[in-house]
């Protein structure tokens, strides 16, 4: 049964009030600093082409290609949860189209009005919005109406806090054979680092150029990292260490590639604008920090804090990197 959250309280509705507020004028979630770029292109897109795409963006589009292909379904019905400004969902219509694939339709659900209008005119404006229809809703009640053959979450999952009654919302609405497509960050609440994982940045951190740790999100020096709680205020992060286990509960996986730990401290927003990508110093930091995120998440001293995933109802045999299956991603606490 789906279950549901009572969005009526006053906790609720200021949390969400502040997540719409901080949305409203954010026309690009994805502005990433360029040493972001460097890490993901050196060191996650090899990884990714050994399953048939580039970037998390690419996967969508793959494994929508390849359900397309491979099913009998006369129209893919897909839908987008947490859509914001429909920048993937429009890529991804593109692609399937350049593809010669047209039997498609993809619902973007999104609370914030301001954003789906947003992604309503970029759709229009990439000639494509007669396969996109915007959809305002909360994804913590929403009740799919109807079926669905594709379910997609791009870093939308770690907003949710009914993530059972979501999960149990998207098991009931796909067709037999149907996916649900992941990308999300599945570490600690709040983007917080485990005991386990501050141990290993510390010496990082010590080793970086003071200059290098000033917050530009927070607008603050860390002398010493701040294990900040990015859940405090709205929903970032609220409950991104129950993803993972909620998610082998009530799937079966596809494909699971996880990926990244205390990388993610250096290359995002926070600290990640005060490195230059085209420095060799910077690059060769960067580079032994992903080596130490890899090591320890392949031996389990470390446990991801992303992945993507390809999720299903039926049994698969799982596409994975090595022995990296979810139930040894889950931290064991």
Not at 87 to 110: M, P, R
Not at 299 to 323: F, N, Y
Request: charged fraction near 25%; charge should be negative.
């Amino acid at each position: 049964m789906n279950q549901r959250i009572d969005t009526d309280t006053k906790e609720y509705q200021d949390r969400l009030e502040k997540e719409k507020v901080f949305y409203k004028d954010c026309t690009n979630v994805s502005d990433l600093p360029q040493i972001f770029r460097y890490w993901a292109d050196t060191h996650l897109m090899p990884t990714f082409k050994q399953f048939g795409f580039a970037t998390p963006e690419h996967f969508f589009f793959r494994e929508i290609e390849r359900y397309a292909n491979t099913s009998k379904a006369r129209s893919v019905r897909i839908i987008s949860i947490g859509a914001g400004n429909c920048d993937v969902e429009t890529y991804i219509a593109k692609h399937l189209l350049h593809a010669g694939i047209g039997n498609f339709s993809i619902d973007c659900l999104d609370i914030n009005e301001a954003m789906l209008a947003r992604g309503k005119a970029h759709t229009q404006d990439q000639g494509v919005s007669e396969y996109l229809k915007p959809l305002l809703g909360d994804f913590n009640n929403w009740v799919a109406e109807g079926k669905y053959d594709i379910v997609i979450a791009n870093q939308s999952l770690h907003h949710v806090l009914n993530l059972e009654g979501l999960f149990d919302a998207v098991a009931c609405c796909l067709v037999p054979g149907g996916r649900f497509l992941v990308s999300d960050m599945i570490g600690r609440n709040g983007h917080q680092r485990w005991p386990e994982a501050l141990t290993t940045l510390q010496p990082f951190w010590e080793e970086m150029p003071e200059s290098y740790r000033y917050n530009q999100l927070l607008k603050r020096y860390e002398a010493n990292y701040i294990n900040h709680d990015c859940s405090s205020e709205g929903f970032e992060g609220i409950r991104s260490q129950d993803i993972l286990p909620l998610l082998v509960e009530r799937f079966n996986f596809d494909l699971f590639l996880p990926f990244s730990n205390i990388i993610m401290v250096f290359i995002d927003r926070a600290f990640g604008h005060n490195f230059d990508s085209e420095a060799n110093w910077d690059r060769d930091f960067i580079d032994r920090v992903h080596q130490n995120d890899v090591d320890g998440i392949n031996a389990g001293t470390l446990t991801p804090t992303q992945m993507v995933a390809s999720l299903c109802i039926e049994d698969v045999a799982m596409r994975k990197s090595a022995h990296l299956t979810p139930e040894f991603c889950i931290r064991k606490l």
